[in-house]
């Protein structure tokens, strides 16, 4: 079982930047667990943003979002960032954090098994 809190949203204007925290806790390490972010904005599906191996070596990243958002991640720390700068309106979401635990490609959410309770982020323009 592994238990994620994001952190980190809020009301910000177009043009503005944010930083995600992700922090995990549970038995097994957080430094074996391939993660990822994706989003969801209202009366629209849970959306990829960005995905991660456990060593943070490889990231992937939506295209709607590559060049503007950065994932890294502190192992030592049990906690995941994502930094998002030149923030749009159409950025706007609940972001969520979750635990890649299948084979299933990593931008399906199916791929993923725990889940956090998600941060507000607004964008004003």
Not at 76 to 89: C, D, E, F, G, V
Request: glycine share 10%; net charge neutral; charged share 20%.
């Amino acid at each position: 079982q592994v238990q994620l809190v994001e952190s980190g949203g809020g009301l910000v204007q177009a043009g503005d930047s944010l930083r995600l925290s992700c922090a995990g806790s549970g038995r097994t390490p957080f430094s074996q667990y391939a993660m990822g972010w994706f989003r969801q904005a209202p009366g629209k599906e849970r959306e990829f943003v960005a995905h991660t191996d456990p060593s943070g070596d490889t990231i992937d990243y939506a295209d709607s979002v590559k060049g503007r958002f950065t994932v890294s991640r502190d192992n030592a720390k049990s906690t995941m960032y994502l930094q998002m700068n030149i923030l749009k309106p159409e950025d706007t979401a609940v972001y969520y954090c979750a635990v890649r635990r299948s084979s299933i490609s990593y931008d399906d959410s199916r791929a993923y098994h725990y889940w956090g309770q998600g941060t507000q982020v607004t964008v004003s323009s």
